[in-house]
């Protein structure tokens, strides 16, 4: 076995109860836990930065309903998207040094066998936190679900955020004609269009979103790309273009806590005359899907077709659960990472 000196103990993050409504710092607690050698095929991480994202809110119910992705349980810690360095190994799979990337959630050291972490490169990107993208979400969305392409009138809802800030450029890299997006403030708005390269944008929150998208796209939209739910699902069918695709990603309005994003009315007329196609994805994906994004996106950047938002929140593993609750807020643009070390 190889090793670094390590910590007797290290921190980490658990749910401490089930989450009914907008998650509070009451739902968790932070714990100090054994930072032990690793047994026969194990490696101990020593984590540089956590992802937090809005569906880590659905996964603290007692039942979250997504049976491709386990719900957290009371006293463990969340798991989720981390990367950083073997400090310790006792694999000939990973040695003292590699940086990895694995889903062990909210804690500074993760022990466990090898083959749960996925090794990297660091020199592909310009940072680690590069590596916790959400685009493969926004690729699969994109590119599989709604096969945007050439001429494409393209629309995302939670446009700013981690997922929606990389859809909408992936779809210009696409050939989309024209791409529109909706955030929740003004400056917001002109990230989309100054920063981001979408076309046009419009804050939700200075009218009826069917109005405002009506008039950005008065020949109506062909993929909508739907983070929200809700009011946005309810307007982009009535802007909705013949043949539109809808592809379907997340529901934040339900995850914050609106009714009526969780069940938005549906006008099945609309919908057969128009014949959109809507098409919910999940947001689960494989290693090798994951591999093969990580190329695509080091390819992309270098040439650069796209930029990565990002928001670094900044105080150890015990950041993890404000950072949480102020995403789910809206006070972040694009991905969210809480930096360990």
Known sequence: MTAQTLPKTGKEVRLARYVTDQPSREDFEVAEV??????????VVHNRYLQVT??????????????????????????????????????????V??????????????TGPAGQYFKVEPAWYPGLEYFLNQGI?????????????????????????????????????????????SAGS???????????????AFNYKDGPVAEQLAKLAPDGIDVFFDLVGGEHF???????????????????????GDAQGAF?????????????????FSTY??????????????????????????TVVEGGVEAAPEALINLLRGAYKGNVLVKIS
């Open 34 to 43: 054994e930072a032990a050698a690793p047994t026969a095929g194990n490696v």
């Open 234 to 256: 309810e307007a982009a069918v009535q802007v909705a273009a013949q043949g539109a695709r809808f592809a379907l990603g997340g529901a934040v309005s339900a995850q914050t």
């Open 186 to 200: 003004a400056e917001k708005v002109a990230y989309l269009t100054e920063v981001l390269g979408y076309d046009a």
């Open 137 to 181: 979400t926004a690729y699969h969305g994109i590119a599989d679900v709604a096969e945007v392409g050439e001429g494409d009138v393209v629309f995302v809802s939670n446009a700013a955020g981690g997922v929606g800030s990389l859809a909408g450029q992936i779809a210009k890299a696409r050939g989309a004609k024209r791409v529109i997006g």
């Open 264 to 280: 938005p009315r549906l006008d099945i007329m609309t919908g057969i005359i128009r014949q959109i196609v809507i098409k919910p």
């Open 54 to 95: 809005a569906v880590m809110r659905d996964l603290m119910a007692e039942d979250p309903g997504l049976p491709m992705m386990p719900g957290y349980k009371v006293g463990e810690r969340p798991w989720g998207g981390a990367i950083g360095v073997v400090v310790a190994s006792d694999s000939p799979d990973l040695a």
């Open 97 to 110: 040094g590699d940086t990895v990337q694995h889903l062990d959630g909210w804690t500074e050291y993760s």
């Open 285 to 310: 994906h494989t290693p090798e899907q994951i591999q093969a994004w990580n190329q695509h996106f080091a390819q992309w950047l270098q040439e650069g077709k796209i930029v990565l938002p990002h």
